[in-house]
């Protein structure tokens, strides 16, 4: 299979076909923050954080590198004006959810984000769908999930999977950038885990 060469940053990167400009990045030693992304999972595209600017037969666009193919002769921008001001405007929402997330705040003070820009909405969960995917990718249980939808989605363990298989796992539990998974598994085990007999009817 025969390389492709592209342009990130100044520099000339060889990459091989099926890569994205995320792996190619981050193999050429070029370091572009992501929130949703983990090398065992596939491409997500959530957060938008690793947004990057790219120019192709004179045209320039954004696109989000975790997701976008590498190019011939692409050229690749990851820090621009614009591509900043993106990530700085996309924290500041994440931070309305999670203002006191340390991996939110560590990237807020690199793009000057500033988490008191928007009314504070303290969900805790930024939709990242790291623990979900994990769960559903790697592990094949499927123990937690996305409930509802838009501004109301959140996360929840199905409790009837979760009592059995995460006490002996937790895998999931360092991938979470906000640590709102541990609280959200705590209160559902002292919900939901009941004792066989405390959930089951009585029968005469």
């Known amino acids: ?79 621009s004006e614009k591509v900043d001001r993106i990530r700085k405007s996309i924290l500041e929402l994440l931070l309305a959810h999670a203002p006191d997330a340390f991996e939110l705040q560590d990237l807020a003070k690199e793009y000057g984000a500033d988490k008191n820009r928007f009314e504070k909405d303290a969900s805790f969960c930024i939709h990242c769908g790291l623990c979900v995917r994990y769960c559903a990718e790697v592990k094949k249980k499927n123990a937690i999930g996305f409930i509802d939808r838009g501004i109301r989605k959140e996360i929840s363990f199905i409790p009837e999977i979760a009592a059995r298989e995460c006490n002996d796992c937790k895998e999931c539990f360092p991938l979470c950038p906000t640590s709102y998974l541990q609280a959200v598994f705590v209160l559902t085990e002292g919900l939901a885990f009941s004792s066989p007999s405390s959930g089951s009817a009585t029968e005469e």
């Open 1 to 79: 299979m025969s390389d492709i060469l592209l342009q990130i940053d100044g520099k000339e990167v060889s990459a091989t076909e099926g890569m994205t400009l995320l792996s190619a990045a981050r193999t050429a030693g070029i370091s572009i923050p992501t929130l949703c992304h983990h090398e065992k999972l596939e491409p997500f595209g959530g957060c938008r954080l690793c947004i990057v600017e790219v120019e192709a037969g004179g045209w320039t666009k954004l696109v989000v590198s975790c997701v976008y193919p590498v190019e011939e002769n692409l050229i690749v921008r990851t820090r």
